[in-house]
């Protein structure tokens, strides 16, 4: 079995942003991705905009051209195909990592094992990176009725609802954005909150949005409250001791997501239980474990406000000059980032 230097987890902006950096610097490489080519961003609203400038969102030089001052996720998705196809990055897609071993010695090596509809395939590399981002893995109740066919921890659009009662759980940005826009496309929204407040971290022109629609009583709103079940039809809460049943014919649940933790445990990567914070140099992104590194998301833990693919696509350059610059073995494994002596 030939032996890479580097395997990819991940095939979201800082994953295909790491594989042209690993591709500028002659590194044999590829890209594994359990879903479609930037699967989160394929699974954000169908209407959703970013709210950043298209030039934020750029990898490998490549400019994002549109004629709107925010990009929007189709032409998000158009220009991560055509980065893809422009760099002809190596890529398999639908394929999921289930095992990785290390073995030791003078040569350390990985041993990744992947899934592909029931199918195990397996390759080998001497560095890793996890570029896995957090949009996957939501935060769970744990509540009975969690699972219903009504209940779901993605939004997807708003026209389907329309005239609907519909419960959303959360406080932050993304419940209030999907709470205003179902309100606008005429559905009947409850907002269920666990706190008193707010998140203080909505966006600066979604909050007086949102609060003035639950003052005006447009949007109902239920603070200081928890799910305790979800019914066929219904929510049930509790507030202070008392609960309350409120009708729902549709329930998302916008409690926020996290990374991969299965997978960090099985490459040996350590978490913070308080912050969920993978254990990283933050200089090198290495992890705890040697030569296997993290890009973008999965470095934000149950705070993903600070990682954003604005930032995060500039992790995997880092990553690459790391390796290029390590001793002493750097001149047997990536002899291609040598610096001239000339």
């Not at 580097?6 to 879903?35: D, H, N, Y």
């Not at 939004?155 to 009662?165: I, L, N, P």
């Not at 998140?199 to 007086?208: A, Q």
Request: with cysteine; glycine share 10%; proline share 6%.
């Amino acid at each position: 079995m030939s032996v890479r230097d580097l395997l990819i987890v991940g095939a979201g902006p800082s994953g295909l942003a790491t594989g042209i950096s690993a591709q500028g610097a002659g590194l044999e490489f590829e890209i594994l991705e359990k879903g479609v080519l930037v699967n989160s961003i394929f699974h954000f609203p169908v209407h959703m905009v970013f709210f950043t400038t298209p030039e934020l969102l750029e990898i490998g030089g490549l400019p994002l051209v549109t004629p709107f001052d925010k990009p929007t996720r189709i032409e998000a998705l158009r220009y991560y195909r055509r980065a893809a196809e422009k760099f002809q990055l190596p890529m398999s897609f639908g394929e999921r990592v289930i095992a990785v071993t290390r073995q030791d010695g003078e040569d350390p090596v990985f041993t990744v094992m992947t899934d592909v509809d029931g199918e195990r395939r397996t390759r080998q590399a001497r560095a890793l990176v996890l570029a896995i981002g957090y949009y996957d893995h939501p935060n769970r109740l744990n509540v009975p009725g969690e699972d219903l066919p009504h209940v779901s921890h993605y939004y997807d659009e708003a026209h389907g609802y329309y005239r609907k009662q519909v419960v959303i759980v959360g406080g932050k940005n993304s419940a209030a954005e999907v709470a205003l826009e179902l309100h606008r496309s005429g559905a009947k929204v409850t907002l269920v909150h666990r706190r008193a407040t707010l998140g203080s971290s909505i966006k600066y022109w979604v909050k007086p949005d949102i609060e003035n629609r639950i003052a005006e009583g447009s949007i109902a709103a239920r603070f200081e409250s928890r799910v305790v079940e979800i019914r066929d039809g219904g929510v049930v809460i509790e507030s202070r001791g008392k609960r309350e049943h409120l009708p729902a014919d549709r329930v998302f649940l916008m409690t926020g997501y996290h990374a991969d933790f299965d997978l960090l445990e099985a490459c040996g990567v350590d978490v913070d239980p308080a912050t969920g914070v993978p254990v990283h140099d933050p200089s090198t992104l290495e992890s705890n474990v040697p030569n296997v590194f993290l890009a973008g998301g999965v470095l934000a833990g149950k705070d993903t406000a600070p990682i954003f693919i604005e930032n995060g696509r500039f992790h995997g350059e880092r990553i690459v000059k790391v390796l290029g610059e390590r001793k002493p073995f750097h001149a047997q494994l990536y002899p291609s980032l040598i610096p001239s002596k000339k």
